[in-house]
């Protein structure tokens, strides 16, 4: 937040803080009276590094974001066994391992998802972050340091709509396959993380924590892990259902094509943004949504002034489980400025991984294209049903806690 | 005027959902393509070696070459 010259207070702009909560405050005046007040933001705290490490702050602070009751690093300490004396935690000694945490998140009722970047070097952490972060899940990222591993909480990202690479990236190179798309992480360019070292709030650049070079030539200062934090239901991991998003839209339209079908206007762009001499990619946003926050965004117009209508809101959300990936699919310009889709994928969040890859065509849910909506059938073909929405519409959005800016 | 081109938007909808019936009365190719079972293949690969590895969160480095 930052002051306006007329003293009003707007926020800064495209910084999208999505981790945070609102705190339950007191003062004591000294007058016999409490004074109780609320303040929405993120909880901040710092190791001790006697008693505690960065590991406990880095938890705190998720937790203490996500949860109701505040919890300290000793807390943590309690919870998993250290009494400092026989049991003894500390950086002479040792961070939280997995186990510690799984038996904290238990008791908090959550889960998590891992990965680690040095022994999977080509997965991208921010992309891999990001379509967590972007549903709301915590993150918690390892870097590596000189001698250390260092973890700091991630509680969003800011976002820069002028970054010229997504689309240089495309244009210039000859790499056009079905799963050639660009992640809406392209134009992330940093993290919002507070780091107990320095302090909360810091913006820590993507390419900060990215090498060139493999891990095990160039070890220091680089993405090492990240932890999620997920709804215990949430098993299916946020590539799959992105790329079955790309693979299984693009087919369907494909068809559509083949057959010499009529497809809208937009659907249209889609299929011919890439067979041209200089492709522009298809955009996809994947982010994990509940049903009754999906249900708020079916109130907005699209860009024909069309809306969902009563009929529709209610085939788009009677196969909807409570929790499912979702897939926002549009075009470069469309994202950037009007920040609006064209089609809606649905697919299942609670499947354990694939260990079949053709299972991918099982697990989507539905698919909302301008004028229709395909509804997957687990025993028959799938139904197509009219849509009123016939032109893009505005991006998913969750119910704002606290202001944004955007451009 | 305006009769006219509701009517002819009203057909360009008709014709828009007759082909996604169409569509999705045919078989939808199952397959992927080589280079989409090879990306499937590194990230599942990813994620089992997630289940057979641990981490720690914090504390001092410990590379396994």
Redesign the interface.
Known sequence: MFIHDQKHQIPLLNNYLHIINTFNCEVDTGNNEIKKFKITGTFFCQQNSVTS???HA??CMTLNNVGKDIITPEDINKDIGIDHIDKKIG?Q???????D?VKVLKDYGLAYT???F???P??EYNEYIYRYIEGRCPA?L?F?TD?????VPILGHTLNTDIWRPEAETAYTDQI???HYKSTASWVDHFIIHDDNFGPYFCMPIDALKRITLP?HD?TFRSY?A?IITPPELKT?A??AE?ASV??TK??LQ??ID?G????DWSERIVKTESVRRPRPIVVRTLVVDKDEYIKNLDEKDFEGNIFTESDKKSLTKNLPDLFWLSEITLPDLYTANKSKIVDFFYECDKP??SN??DI?KRWIQIR????L?LNSQSG????L?MSI?SHYPLFRFEKREETFDW | MARIASEKGKKKSNNILDGWQKVTKLKLDGGLKQNEKAKFEKARFAEKQNKRSTFVLGGKINFCD
């Open positions: 490490v960065c590991a880095a938890l950086p000694n040792r961070g939280l391992s997995q186990e945490i891992w990965t680690n040095f022994e999977n080509n997965i918690l390892v590596s001698t250390e591993l260092h973890v396959d079905r799963l095990k070890r892990l932890v991991p590539w799959e790329w693979i299984i087919l369907y068809k559509i057959i079908a009529q497809l809208d991984p694939l890859d053709t065509y294209f301008p004028h229709a395909l073909n799938p139904t197509a009219q016939k």
